[in-house]
């Protein structure tokens, strides 16, 4: 497992180009994103996707989210409804997460493509570099054993897969993270917006019951 350290804020075309190539090989990149330290994988290869639902230990029922580079690529390889465009004007880049249809494949739910995808622009730099450099969405799902907290330094994503073994093929060590809310994720729903996981954007859930 190598490690790279890197500024949070200035992404260097060297360093980039390593991290790609681990991802382009079907390996697993940790790398920083505007909470958490997050998990990397390319989407549309099959074997890297079962490498990180095995590292996480994470049910093929319970689909990871994929983080864009700008929401035109977002677009290229999401159906996002009308209703959740007006969001995504106005949030991204940043923490909300919307839900739609995948128009390329996308291993996002274990070994099926044939699900919904999470999908964001999120506001760090290095995510987006990644998703660029690769030419589509990254996976960005939560650095940490399923059930563990979020980990917002390297030292807390190690003691994470500490028993598992898979480990990480890249760690991109930008330092200590500020401990922040994870994003919030919404969907359309009968022309209406449905809050499924609360974040740091707050949402009124139209399907909400008094």
Do not use: C
Request: net charge positive.
């Amino acid at each position: 497992m190598r490690i790279l350290k890197i500024d949070k804020y200035r992404v260097t075309k060297r360093k980039l180009a390593e991290a790609v190539a681990v991802l382009r090989a079907g390996g697993v990149v940790v790398h920083p994103t505007e909470s958490s330290y997050g998990l990397a994988v390319d989407p549309a290869n099959r074997e890297a996707v079962r490498r990180l639902f095995e590292l996480k230990g994470r049910p093929d029922d319970k689909p990871v989210l994929v983080v864009a580079a700008s929401v035109g690529q977002a677009e290229q390889n999401v159906v996002i409804h009308p209703v959740l465009k007006k969001l995504v004007k106005r949030y991204w880049p940043g923490p909300l997460t919307v839900i739609g249809h995948p128009l390329s494949i996308m291993y996002v739910r274990g070994l099926n493509r044939f699900s919904d995808v999470a999908v964001r622009v999120p506001a760090s730099a290095w995510a987006r570099a990644l998703a660029a450099e690769l030419g589509r969405p990254i996976t960005s799902t939560s650095a940490n054993r399923s059930n563990d907290p979020p980990a917002y330094s390297l030292a807390a994503v190690r003691r994470s897969f500490v028993t598992s073994t898979i480990k990480p093929d890249l760690m991109l060590d930008a330092g200590s993270l500020s401990i922040r809310p994870l994003s919030t994720i919404v969907r359309e729903r009968r022309g209406r917006l449905e809050v499924l996981r609360p974040g740091l954007i707050v949402i009124p859930d139209q399907h909400e019951r008094p």
